[in-house]
């Protein structure tokens, strides 16, 4: 036998052992509806430049709540997967738990974080205390989406949408007025506490006080925003719509304004379709000048303690919240770009913006994105479930937004680590 036959002879015997050493890594993410086509795209380009590693899809999760606790009940066990999403306000329930994998060290070795558009203030959104707990995956911030036919019939200029909650009341009161099944607004409040913090964030309030023992909410900002979401339903008619509810009847043409998040753009955008002129524009801040809003959306967490697959999910950690990943999400979702090279290269969205007004709103608000507050301790989720217990008591006229603002409070000092 040759040299030569010897050497294809056992590079052909190496074939199967090379398919056999390949890694599969199972991902899980929540909210189907926003994610799935675009983690269909990330998993496929990742695959054709990674042949070595399979992504398999773990069945998905309907909200980031669902998301937390089926990665809680799943530590430590054989189902729970390799790699998840989670909401940035879920972070510090796996870090103080200890179930998600430290990526400071694999930052650290990776080097020049920045030439690849993980910025400090990008990593910081999936930092909890001194550990890097995740990679910002989808990021989004709450903006004001309209109905400008609706405007229009309401005597109002869609090119000149309100600029001040006082504004955006007394044009959802004109827009209630046209009656025909016609309602004001859809305002998010149901679900989570995200666009409690938006009111909270925005009139320049805390959720608890800097040293974490006392709660803050409750205070003038707390007290404005819960009158300010009774305003809503008492001068702009505003119903007690469900989420579901909410959505499908702005989609129909039949509410003149919906507040929730950039990340339900692409969606929003799928669902009106032509019906009508869908425009979107800053949500207004209680206090202009102090105000923030608050950061949604999830990072990328590496789960598996496994040293082959701990490898192989850092390379995918890094695609899917890199500039292509970004690239994908942001015209895919509604989501703001949550990696600085994607932002501005023109190789990724540097162009995307320009050529599509309807995302310019959350872009222009970065720079007033705050960290999406995690409250301490084993009880985070039914804190948020407090908060968003007394927002529907105001919404729904059963308490003063004094009362319902202070039975939260109580709840929450109750529930706080102690």
Known sequence: MTLKSILTATAMLCLPLAAQADTTLTVHYPMPGFFKDVMDNISAKFMEENPDIHIEFATPSANY??????IMRQAGTAAMPDITFIGL???????ERDI????????????????????????????????????AFATSNPIMYYNADLFRAAGLDPDQPPATWDDVIAAAARIDALGDGVESIDFRWQGADWMFSALLFGAGGTMLSEDE?????DGPAGLASFDLLARMVNE??????????GAQAFAAGKVGFSFQSTGALRSTINAVGDRFDLRTAAIPRLDAENGRLPTGGNAVVILTQDAEKQAAAWRFAKFAAGPYGASVVVPGTGYVPNNALAATSPDYLGAFYPENPLFQAGLNQMSLMVPWYAFPGDNSVRVTNAIVDASAQVVEGTATPAEALQEA??????????
Not at 65 to 70: A, H, N, T, V
Not at 236 to 245: I, K, V
């Open 89 to 95: 306000n879920r972070l510090r329930m796996l870090s």
């Open 100 to 135: 998600t994998v430290d990526l400071g060290p694999l930052i650290e070795a990776e080097g020049d974080m920045e030439s690849l558009g993980f910025t400090d203030t990008i990593l910081n959104l999936a930092r909890v205390g001194d550990k890097q707990v995740g990679l």
């Open 409 to 418: 409070a109580d709840t929450v000092r109750r529930l706080l680590p102690h």
């Open 213 to 217: 023992t006392q709660v803050a909410f």
């Open 236 to 245: 702009g008619g505003m119903p007690a719509f469900t989420e579901q509810a």
């Open 65 to 70: 709540e669902e998301g937390i606790q089926l």
